[in-house]
């Protein structure tokens, strides 16, 4: 009876760790961003019209193995386009350079609270398009099984 206890006690305890420790990994380690003014922009995004994406968004990593690494991803008919690079941060301005050299690099800038992303991305003929982005907030993944 000692045995069985002992062993349901061990199994309880290592399976909460692994799934606090898989949890809190998946709420760092990336921050999203998400646009609700992208279609009115009428541009194009990762090759895709802005009328045919359905979402449009950012993550970007603060894990050590991708510190300073951004994707910048869309959703068409529930698949997805995207492209990934780094991003450079001075104060609330942020530069992109995309890891493909077919993608355009762009800046943009965070709201003094850190809540709000605007982009300057490429549109027709040179100019840039503003598209603001606004933080989602974290939450723990208990998928798991917890």
Known sequence: M?????????????????????????????????????????????????????ELYFHFYEDEDKSDAYKFVGEVDGDYVYHEGTYSKTGNLVEF???????????????????????????VNETRVQVSFIFKKKEFDYSCGC
Do not use: R
């Open 2 to 54: 000692k045995k069985s206890f002992i062993l349901s006690l061990t199994t309880l305890f290592l399976m909460s760790f692994s799934c606090e420790k898989w949890a809190k990994h998946t709420d760092d380690s990336v921050t999203t961003y998400y646009s609700k003014d992208f279609k009115t922009t009428n541009n194009v995004y990762l090759g895709v019209a802005s009328s045919e994406l359905d």
């Open 97 to 123: 350079i995309p890891d493909d050299s077919s993608q355009p690099s762009f800046d943009g800038e965070f709201s003094e609270n850190g809540k709000i992303l605007t982009i300057n991305y490429p549109g």
